[in-house]
């Protein structure tokens, strides 16, 4: 089975502290995807970033940066210097190899307070 | 417009009614999702069409459940006899479908607010 855990369900910060969002997976297949998605309080899910297992290469992109680590199923999400336009909920999202069905986390609901 | 949309943005209905809910996907993709979202059981997959291929329909809750995509762009979800449970938000993505899997990019409507009384 599948399943992806985020154990964090609401985190707290102050604008210019650092958080990290951690992602647990769980899948059987050798080859899969996995994404993140920030969800803003209008509603609409935009996606951040995909990986596939084959890479491990750890990612930057601005404030944003994401460790994927296979041997513990791991694919956690850092903001650097958080601001207030964070503030959304983020899930991690799981897809195995020639599968339609995404598996999302529960999500976390960040709050960037000024 | 340039994006997924959706209709309506809100839907209220009395239990036992049948629903109807639209999306419209980025122009020229082929893949298009459907999702739900509610509080008692989070973001679910509901169902995935592909080109002219039959739909996979593995995540539909009921039979109660039924959704068409017609000429290969417009989707319709349907929810029969209308029940509280399905109350949520239900998503819809689209994607270029070049790939032949859904780990392409999804592109995501604002959603349909669905309230059933």
């Known amino acids: 089975a599948q399943k992806v855990t985020q154990a964090q369900t609401e985190i707290s910060v102050v604008e210019k502290e650092d958080v990290t969002l951690d992602c647990v997976y769980e899948?059987?297949?050798?080859?899969?995807?996995l994404f993140w998605y920030k969800q803003p309080p209008s509603g609409e899910l935009v996606f951040l970033i995909r990986?596939?297992?084959?890479?491990?290469q750890n990612e930057i992109s601005g404030r944003y940066s994401w460790n994927f680590q296979k041997s513990t199923s791991s694919f956690n999400f850092t903001i650097t210097a958080s601001q207030v336009v964070d503030s959304a909920v983020y899930f991690c999202?799981?897809?195995?190899?020639?599968?339609?069905?995404?598996?999302f986390g529960a999500g976390t609901r960040l709050f960037v307070k000024a | 417009g340039a994006g997924v949309s959706q209709s309506p943005s809100n839907k209220v209905t009395e239990k036992g009614k049948d629903v109807e809910l639209r999306c419209d996907p980025i122009?020229?993709?082929?893949?298009l999702y459907w999702y739900r979202q509610s509080l008692g059981q989070g973001l679910e997959f509901l169902i995935y069409?592909?080109?002219?291929?039959?739909?996979?329909k593995s995540g539909l809750p009921s039979d109660r459940f039924s959704a068409e995509r017609t000429g290969g762009s417009v989707s319709t979800l349907t929810i029969q006899r209308t029940q509280q449970e399905d109350s949520a938000v239900y998503l819809c993505?689209?994607?270029?479908?070049?790939?032949?899997?859904?780990?392409?990019?999804?592109?995501f409507g604002p959603g349909t607010r669905l309230l059933v009384l």
């Open positions: 999202a799981l897809i195995g190899w020639g599968g339609f069905k995404t598996i």
């Open positions: 899948t059987r297949d050798t080859t899969y995807y």
């Open positions: 990986r596939n297992s084959f890479d491990e």
């Open positions: 069409f592909q080109g002219n291929s039959a739909p996979d």
């Open positions: 122009s020229g993709h082929t893949a």
């Open positions: 993505a689209s994607s270029l479908g070049t790939s032949g899997g859904a780990w392409e990019t999804q592109y």
